[in-house]
C-alpha cells in the first residue's frame, strides 16, 4: 500500500520560511517522479513543483519560482519543499504527490498517489 506523508506546515508570518516534508512507503521511490500541489480555500487544486526520478529536472509554477525549492533524496523515500520569502497567497493545503513514471509533469493527472495534506498558513 502506497503511503505519502506530509509534514512540515504550520502558521508563519510573511517573508518567513517553511520547509515540508514527504516521506512515501510502498512503491519504488526511485523510479517516480514526485510533485507539490497546493489547494487554497475556495480555489482549485494547482501544482506547486515537481522533480523526475533522479533530481536533475524540476519545475514550478511561475508564481513560486526563486522562492521554492523542491529536493528529494531516494536513499530516504523523502521529497521535500523549501519555502522561502512566504506570501499570504501562498496559504494553503500543500500536498506531496507520487507520479506514474519517472518523468516530471505539472499536470495533477499524471500523479497517481496522494498524501493527505498539511496547512501552511501565511499571515500578513
Known amino acids: 500500500q502506497v503511503q505519502l506523508v506530509e509534514s512540515g506546515g504550520g502558521l508563519v508570518q510573511a517573508g518567513g520560511s517553511l520547509r515540508l516534508s514527504c516521506a512515501a512507503s510502498?512503491?519504488?521511490?526511485?523510479?517516480?517522479?514526485m510533485g507539490w500541489f497546493r489547494q487554497a480555500p475556495g480555489k482549485e487544486r494547482e501544482f506547486v513543483a515537481a522533480?523526475?526520478?533522479?533530481?536533475?529536472?524540476?519545475y514550478y509554477v511561475d508564481s513560486v519560482k526563486g522562492r521554492f525549492a523542491i529536493s528529494r533524496e531516494n536513499a530516504k523515500n523523502t521529497v521535500w519543499l523549501e519555502m522561502n520569502s512566504l506570501k499570504p497567497e501562498d496559504t494553503a493545503l500543500y500536498y506531496c504527490a507520487a507520479g506514474r513514471g519517472g518523468d516530471a509533469d505539472t499536470t495533477a493527472r499524471t500523479f497517481d498517489y496522494w498524501g493527505q495534506g498539511t496547512l501552511v498558513t501565511v499571515s500578513s
Open positions: 510502498g512503491l519504488t521511490f526511485s523510479s517516480v517522479a
Open positions: 522533480i523526475n526520478w533522479d533530481g536533475a529536472r524540476r
